[in-house]
Structures are given as C-alpha cells and as structure tokens.
C-alpha cells in the first residue's frame, strides 16, 4: 500500500447533492421509503409480509421486564432461521436477522436527518431508538431472538444465526446517528454491545467470528468515531481467526468436516489466503470491505494483496454487466468462473450494494479508475432498478433476463420476480437500498491532504478542508459535467475517466493516472469535461456460455435492456444488426435488427430461418418491469450480415 | 378407435434378437448387468450405496414370523421417503420403493430366460421368489416398508408411499415370470395382493389411487394372463378416480388443496380431461401406458382422445431430439411447453423407458409411424446412453450438454453426472434398463390378424401366425434392412417409414398410409429396404431458447454430440458451418466448422471475434462419457456464411 495515495470519504455533512436525477431519487426515499418503512417496520401495511421487528423489540422489553421483576418467563428454541405465524405467541418472530432491518431503518434516517433535517422524523427515530435501548441487556447484549427466547444460549451459533450481524448494523447506524445528530443513545448501546463483545471474543476468549459478515466494518467505524483501538483490534481478531484450523464452526457444532462447506460464509481458509469470491455473495463483500478497511489501517499489505486478488477475480469473472453479483440462487451466492447465466442470476440489490462499498474502500487506498467504474456499473443499473419509481415496489433479485411463465412455473426461477414487490418478509434489501443512497455522496467523493477525487459524477455541492466544489452534472443523459473549484489553496482535482468513454475532453491541462485525469487546481477555477457519451454494443467474453453470440446495448454508465412491452413477444428471436448504428432518441435505444420467423415442428431439417427486419427499442436497464409483467432481457443476439 | 388397426405386440417367446448391434447390448446385459444388480440387490458390490432390497425382505419375513408366534414386534414410523443407515436396526431401510427394484430384476431375468435358458439364474430367480412369497401376509398384502414398520398402516399415505407402484412391478415381474417359465408362485403371489386391492378399493371401498402410477398397465398384465375382468376394472377405477374432487390425497392428508401440488402426480384433474403432460415425468408416461391400455380394452374414446392429447404435447412441445423427458430436476418433472434447457435437462432414463412403453401401445392401438419415431429416438439415444459399454455403470439424468466443472461447483446441476456412476440408492433406472431391453423384441414387432409391423428395425426371427419372418439389419449403420418372409397365407407386412429419412427404396410395390409402406406377401419373399441415411443437421423450433442458432448432428436414428476429448475445451465456442458437408466415417460426423478466438476481458466494445476453421468430430450420443469426465454438447451454433 501507498500511504501517500490514501484519501477519504468525504463527510456527509459536507456534501449536498444537487443533482437532478439523483436528488429525485433522493426525494422518493426521503419521502416515500423511510415512512413506507416505519411502517412495515410496525406491520403496518396491509396486503405485506409481516416483519415483526419492532414487535421483538417490544416483546424483549417486556421480557426483559419480567425477568427484572424476578417473574419465570418461558424458553423458546432458537432452532431456525425464520420463526413464521406458528411460532408460540410470546416467542420471537420473523428472520433471525430481523432486528438489522430497524437498524438499517435508523441509519437511513441518520444520513436523511443530514440531507433534510425533518423534526418529526427525528422523533419517529427517537421513539424507535428509545425501545431499542430499553431491549439491551445490562451487560450490553442486544439481539431479540436471544433475549425473547432463551439467554442462555447467546453466542453458541455463530455461523448460523446473526447475532454479529445485527451488531455490526446497530453499530453502523448508530455511528450514521450520532454523526447526523450528536445523539448519543444508540452509540452508547453500540459501545455497551462491543464492549462486551471484546470480552467474550479475542485471544483469551472464544476465538468464533460471525457467520455473516458486516461486524468487521462495523467495529472499524466505531473505532473511528470513539478511537478507542480496541474495536480495531476486534475487527482484526475477526478476520484472521476466520478460517483457521480446527475450524471454529466444526468445534460450535461438533462436528468435523473439511471445511468445504464453510466456503458458503466465506471461513473454508483464512481470508488472507483466499483468491477467488466464493459464497454467499453479501456475506463476501461485506467482509472484503472489512479486510479493505483492517489492512489500511493495520498497514497489512498481505490482507490488502487478498482484497486486490479478489476484487480483480470479482471484476474479470464473476460480475454481471449490470454491476450484480451472486449468479446463483442456491446460498445466495457467487458461482465458478465466467458462470453469468442471465435468466438464473440472482444478484441481489443488497450485493451490489456491498460492492459498492468495497469499491469505495478499494478507491481510497489506491485511486485506480477500475473501483469508480465497477460502482458505476452497480449504481446506475442494479441498486436504481431494484426500486419502482414511487420507491414502494422493490427488486431483491434482479436477472438479466425475465420470462413470465418460467418465473411462474419452473421451480428453477422460482426467485425471479417479473415485477417488483411490495415487501418481503426477508426485507434486507429495501432497507439497505435506503441506507444507501442516503448516503450516496460518501461514495462518490473522497479526499486526501491536497487532493479532491470525483469518483462518481453525482452533482453536487462538497465543502473541502482546500475550498468549496460545486459539480454540475448531466453526466447519465450527455456525458458532460462542469466542476467549479473556489480553491483555498493550490490543490488538485482527480477525475475518473469512465471505463466506458473513448473520446474524452477536458479544457483545461491534466494528467492521467490508472485512469483519473488529474487537474492542478489554484484559486476559483471552472472545469468542463465531456466524455463522448453515445449508444454502443458491449460484447461479452466468449468464456461465458450464456452470451455467446449476443451483445449489450449500453449509453454511457447505463445498460440498455428490451421489453416485449415494446418488442413483442420472445425476444429471444431478436438479433441485432451490428453493422447498423444505434439511435439514442429520448432515453431510448433504437436499433436496427431482426426478427426470426420461428418455426413450430419441434425438429426439422436444418435450412435457415426466415427472418424480417425491425426497430429494436431499448430502454435503461433500471426502468424495466414498470410497465406490468413482461420478457426483459439485456442481452440480444447479434446477427452477422445475412 | 378403429378396431380394426389395432395389433398386438409379438410375444417375447416369439422373437430371437440376431441383430449384431442389439446382440450384443444383450449379451452385456444377460452376462454382466443381471449379475452385477443381483449381488447389488444383495448389497455386495463394495463402494456402492447399499440398496438393502433383499433385506427388507428378509426383515419383512423374520417379522411375520415373529408376529404369528405372538412375539411382541417393534412399530417404526413411516413418515420419510428415505431410511438410510441412522434408521433403527430392525426397520425398514432405503427408499419406499425399494421393492420394485428386486421385482424389476426379477422381470429381466424372466424375459433373460426367454431368450436365453440358464438353470443358474433360474435357481437364483428361483431363491428371490421364495423369499419374496414368503414375505407376503396372509391377507394377500405385500410391501416390506409397512409390513417391517407398522402393519396397521397400510394404503393410508398413497399418494407419497409406493405400494401400489410396488404392487404394480410385482405384478409385471409375475406376468413375466410366469410367462418365461410357467412358474406359478409369483403369479399366485400378485394375484393374491390384486385380489386383496380389488376388496380395498372401489365404488365400495377406499376411492383412492396411486401416487407413483403404474399399478392401472400392471393390472391390465394381470387381466390379461388371468382372464378375471376384476383386475382390468380397479386399472379403469384407479384411472376414472385419479384427480376427482373432494381430491383424495387432500382427504387422505386431511388438507383443502386447490389441487396444483396434485399436478406432480397428475392427479389435478381427471385423466380423460388432461391435455398437457405435467409433473414427475415417469410417473406421467406410466399414467399415459395404462390409459391406452384401458382407453383400447374398455372402448373409452375420451380416453383415447386424451392418450392422443398428451402425446402429441409431449412430442410437440417437450420432448428432447434425443428422445428424453422431464426438463427439470425439480420433481423429476416436464416443465412447462418448449422450457428444453440442455444443461439443466433430467432427461431420465425410466421416463425415455415409459415413453417407450406409451409409443409401443398407441401405435398398437393406431399404426402411425409417429410413435415409432419417438421411440426410435428414445432407444437408440437416451436409453442406449444410459449404460456403459460393459454394463457396470449407468446415467440416471441425460442432459444434452455437460461441463464437468458445473457438475461439481454448480448446486443447479448437482443432478447432472459428468461419467457414468456405479450404482445408485435410488437404482430405479439400472434394473428399468434391464427388464427394458430384455424384451426389447416386444416393443419393435407387432401383428393384427394379417399383419406384422415392424415398427424398429431391429434384426430378429420371428414367428407368427401367418409364417416366419427373418429381418436382416444394419440400419443403424448403413439404413438398410431386409426382411426374408415365409407366409403361411396371404398376409402384410407394415414398415415404418423413419421421420428422418427423405429418400428410400423398396424393391416390391407398397403402398403408404400413415408412415408405413404395406407390402403384401404371400409365400416365399425378400424385401430390401435402403432408407438413404446420411449425416444431417437438424434444427429445433424457435420457440426452444435454448437452441437459438444452432443445430444438432444426427445419423440415421441417432443423434451425435461433440466432446472436448475430440474437439478441445469450451465447445461452445465451435460453431458448425452450415454450408458444408458433414462426413461419416467409421461411426463418427467430421463436420467443417469454426472456433471462435475468445478474449479475456469480461466486457468489451463489440467487434466480431476471430475465428479459425476446424474440424468438429462428433460421436454418437449414447457413447458419450466413455472416455472419462470431459464437456460434452448435442447442439452446436451454426455459423453463417462469414
């Protein structure tokens, strides 16, 4: 690692975000998924799937009461990851992981208080932050499942249930809350919780680590608010105790296995040996941003080699076109090399969320273009579509590829929704969505001593310890974006060169670096870049099986896909001309093709098909299933010249 | 139905096999498979699963006669398809179904017998069926799950446990047996559990019927070497009753279904009101043989309009050019119309066997080369693929296009098996294989009053009422048979014309109808036949996804495929050249092709990718996996003139 190439985040508090498009998006989340949120939060909304969160707060309150007041209350097993409407009345409900969806609410608000200080909202928070406090035990644990149905058994399974994990997000949104509020209560439970947690784990204790990962990133945020090196030192404890032999999973089941299956949570080998992302693919980048975050700040270029190996087996062969990740249903997880099936992709919102703040952690200990351009890639196509435009419908998995009647009678597409969905009773993607882009600009600026770095081209106006900044972007619709520098004092402005532009103008000197062009900024400067922005055909490595033959339309950081809405019927008989230009016209693609004639004997002598020419109309990858339920696919054949 | 078109298959005895090709799949069969299954059905191959049949039976024994000398005997629940070795010592062990597979082989050895005397297999035979006998209770009951775990609950889970299909295998073993030997003790075994069904079920008793079907043709078997009209009327009830409302399964589960989940079992709605071919895909074409055989000896036409519904579904829109079917692995079930994905096929062995079963019977009931087409493709593909050269290992899935690597990482082809395996716990398939092409004679010869069809030109002597008949064939090889008839009296010979074939000779006047040229006879003739074979490309319906621009190889009756131990790794990159000739020579397709250069990078600006010209060498399907794990494909993309 070099030290000198370091930046930071820019703090939220020091960012506006004036863009069009995005504050939009802003806005619908603001004011539409935070309170859709509270309410199903509070089982509110009629029609969804229960969550029961805020009801296992309630109920570990009274709990906890009873047990206070000396009262016997009764055990419940904690045998399961889901406790549906047949679990005992006074037992814990919903996922394991329930609690984390309040917490993911709570830090939503946080970066929302930031942008758009709301009194009533804050109060909503208040009152929820208030029962989640009351839910703490007094030697600092907090998760429901275990206070609701049985103490006794906290922390004997850690690789099955979530303890950890709901941790790591009461600490992240407790940090997210005191930065927004200098609110104090749920840092203070986070604090009592990790406290306690250094006590329970470390050389001297158990030497376990969670089954799903996020604590890591978690600790390393606490530590940055407190300073106190402890949490560092957790998190690291963390990561290099996962793995290692005898497998700590084998000792918690008493089993003894060769570790095969602990790839799925990422704990076959030590995260320092490992190569290749493997597992349940949150899981996976939710600890590759913390083995990001440890090796910078333990300066362990030996973690950080594992990171850049993974990032770049992440990136060269098991990435959609889309940013998604995850290619397989079954452990939510990443499969082999170049396996990239479009119609069985899970890619979950939630994991291009995760890559996204790998990226981030990558870009700011080496400012190379390729962090900046696989965000992109997961911002403006996966994380934009996995919401409807009202922010109330929402994609948990989102395929390149939809075909109605496979979604509703192959078992094989059973998670392949053709339209969004209101909520889920596995709900961690809406709220992680919010959280998200709430906190959007964290991820698209970053600084060092003397340097601004754009990583994504998000207007907005960002106060710098080296002067004020004020971007103003069309960049997803024209590729043009002018930055105006009031500079303090001689500094430099780092622009990421999208992966996707070819001809690119910059007017004033710069300099490229790994893909950013570096401006040496003095005094009040305005800097117009445009990037070249028009449709073109992305092909696909012929080592993925699944695009062989076909291509990608694409216009600027946006994937283009076809809907039957537009195209009719099986789109799959579409080919592409590829020697005709495409048209960008209004938001929408249209290309020159074909259409095949598809015959109806099932088999037949080979002779070529008949095929007629049309207009293929595209439209942005994030739009699609806006329309009612139709075919989708963003890959299309490409027909050589006939 | 037109009575007067219907013909009756060839008895066994009738036919001797001298084809050289099918002579020896029979020896290997008689020599190595028949051995191998006894000591497998005995548990004594070492590294096999254990098939624990022989000793269910021996348990099954031992308990009744515990149970006559009033000894107390230990109740084990019956709640699980599978008891595998935690299951207590003294109960039940292996799948509900593992009875049939000693019946299964008990049917080989007999139709063995018939073609081939060995006083050795008989005295083994002979061993299995005392023992069998002795297992069956005094009231005629006979299933060694519930007889060994709990007696008192028998026929109360029909529609997950098997013994109605036990009963079923049971009855054609007895068929067989008797027929082969004139052996009674079998016969009088089934006769006894049928007439034990026949006071259970019924107008008056249980409305219930089976689960996995095949009891309704087994019963028809029974009527027809017994003569008692009771067993062809509980085949008719078992059908007429299927998917009836109240739905029985929901009765006997004490549940309100809408039926759907019935539809794995096609018991969603009446047979005679089916039109598509759904769920588990050999338990369907098993419903489909026992409908044709009812529809024909009870003169039901509705029937016979839904036997000709759902064949023509599955012919049309679900069947694989290699005569496979079930395109899921989820339920082992046909999936929805044109959903034929060649990775993710099933494709198992048993239901290419029951498809079989279902052509030989409407072809019998209507003589159009259409149902010897089909099974032309099933026998000389997926049935013959499902063996190993010598007989010891078996394909249970069949899929069109095999990766190792996607075998072994990829939890969605788990079911997929790059080699051929020794055995399996679930060894439904290897014993099917066995009693299958034990009397493959039965399946190819059929005669009505004055006609013999040959409905695959499988070289044998047979004799029939109007004279002998010797068929000389290399049809496979060359597409050339002859047959040499000595008529007796004026009489027909009906030959099916292959689907494939374009051009063919007959050196003597016929005629056509339906797909068969009739040639009359009368005395002393030979007729040659050449059905012009050559290599062909053919392509799939456009309504396939799966086979959008591409095409398979086929000879004659069997398709091809290419391995990578010919063609080199990622045979998804070969393309074949439309253009060009295919040569056969020796058994193998050299086509003329191009194998695309693929790059790297992930994702790149479209330009064509490079090519370079080669020679694709294809094998036929049913020798693929013979030389070690390695990537296989039926279909190939075709390239266009580049």
């Known amino acids: ?62 709990v906890l009461r009873d047990r206070a007041l000396g009262k016997s209350v009764p055990v419940y097993p904690t045998d399961k990851w889901y406790y549906g409407q047949d679990a005992p009345e006074g037992a814990f409900h919903g996922w394991v992981f329930q609690d984390s969806d309040v917490y993911k609410w709570l830090e939503a608000v946080a970066y929302s208080l930031i942008n758009h200080y709301d009194p009533q909202l804050f109060a909503q928070a208040s009152e929820v932050i208030d029962l989640v406090c009351s839910a703490q035990m007094d030697n600092g644990y907090l998760d429901t499942l275990y206070i609701i149905n049985d103490p006794s058994q906290v922390f004997t399974n850690l690789r099955d249930f979530h303890e950890l994990y709901c941790f790591g997000h009461l600490t992240e949104a407790a940090v997210a809350f005191f930065e927004a509020t200098q609110d104090r209560r749920l840092l203070d439970s986070a604090v009592r919780f990790a406290d306690l947690l250094c ?8 030497k376990g680590y969670p089954g799903h990962e996020i604590a890591e990133l978690a600790l390393v945020k606490l530590y940055g608010v407190t ?22 999973y084998d000792t918690e089941h008493n089993t003894k296995t060769d570790g095969e299956g602990y790839r799925y949570n990422q704990a076959h080998c030590q995260p320092r040996h490992q190569y290749e992302a493997v ?24 973690l950080y080699s594992a990171c850049r190996r ?35 992709a899970y890619s979950e919102t939630c994991a291009s969320i995760g890559l996204s703040m790998f990226a981030c952690r990558m870009a700011c200990i080496s400012p190379e273009s390729k962090y900046g351009d696989v965000m992109e890639r997961a911002l403006y196509n996966t994380i934009l579509a996995s919401m409807s435009s009202e922010g109330t419908e929402f994609f948990y998995v989102n395929p390149l590829e939809v075909l109605p009647i496979a979604s509703h009678c192959d078992s094989r597409k059973r998670h392949v929704k053709p339209v969004r969905q209101k909520w889920f009773g596995c709900a961690c993607c809406p709220p992680n969505l919010a959280r998200f882009l709430t906190s959007l600009g964290t991820y698209c600026f970053s600084c060092s001593e003397n340097t601004l770095y754009i990583h994504q081209y998000v207007g907005a106006e960002i106060d710098t310890d080296f002067g004020n900044v004020n971007i103003d972007s069309t960049y997803a619709s024209d590729g043009k974006v002018s930055v105006t520098f009031s500079a303090s004092r001689p500094c430099e402005l780092a622009l990421r060169i999208p992966g996707w532009c070819r001809d690119f103008c910059i007017d004033v000197p710069y300099t490229v670096r790994d893909g950013y062009a570096y401006v040496a900024v003095d005094g ?29 339309v694409a216009y600027g950081p946006m994937i283009y896909c076809a809907e039957s809405v537009d195209n009719g019927e099986d789109l799959h008989l579409l080919s592409l001309d590829a020697t005709a230009d495409l048209r960008y016209c209004d938001g929408r693609i249209i290309a ?38 139709n075919e989708m696919t963003v890959y299309i054949s490409v027909a050589k010249k006939l």
């Open 310 to 344: 993974i990032w770049d087996n992440i990136c060269n062969r098991k990435l959609y076109i889309t940013g998604g990740i995850g290619a397989t249903a079954d452990g939510e997880a990443f499969s082999y090399d170049y396996d990239l099936p479009n119609d069985l």
């Open 279 to 302: 597992g349940h693919a949150v899981r996976g980048v939710y600890l590759y941003s913390g083995m990001a975050d440890v090796a910078r700040l333990c300066d362990d270029d030996g």
């Open 592 to 629: 020159k093709g074909f259409r095949t004639e598809p015959r109806e004997d099932l088999y037949y002598d080979y002779i070529p098909c008949d095929t007629v020419p049309v207009d293929i109309t595209m439209i942005p990858y994030y739009t699609w299933g806006n329309r009612g339920e």
């Open 227 to 248: 300073g106190a090196k402890k949490y560092l030192d957790l998190a690291e404890f963390f990561i290099c105790q996962r793995g290692t032999k005898p497998y700590y």
């Open 524 to 552: 009040d400067m305005t800097i117009s870049m445009d990037f070249g922005i028009r449709p073109r055909l992305v092909a696909c490595s012929g080592k993925v099986r699944a695009n062989v033959g076909k291509a990608a």
């Open 199 to 206: 006590r329970v784990f470390g050389d001297n204790g158990k």
């Open 1 to 62: 690692m070099d030290k000198s190439r370091f930046s930071y985040p820019v703090p939220q508090k020091n960012i506006r975000i004036t863009d069009r498009f995005w504050s939009e998006r802003l806005e619908v989340v603001r004011r539409n998924v935070i309170p859709y949120q509270y309410q199903a939060l509070h089982d509110n909304i009629p029609g969804a799937e229960k969550s029961y969160a805020i009801e296992n707060f309630k109920k570990a309150v009274a």
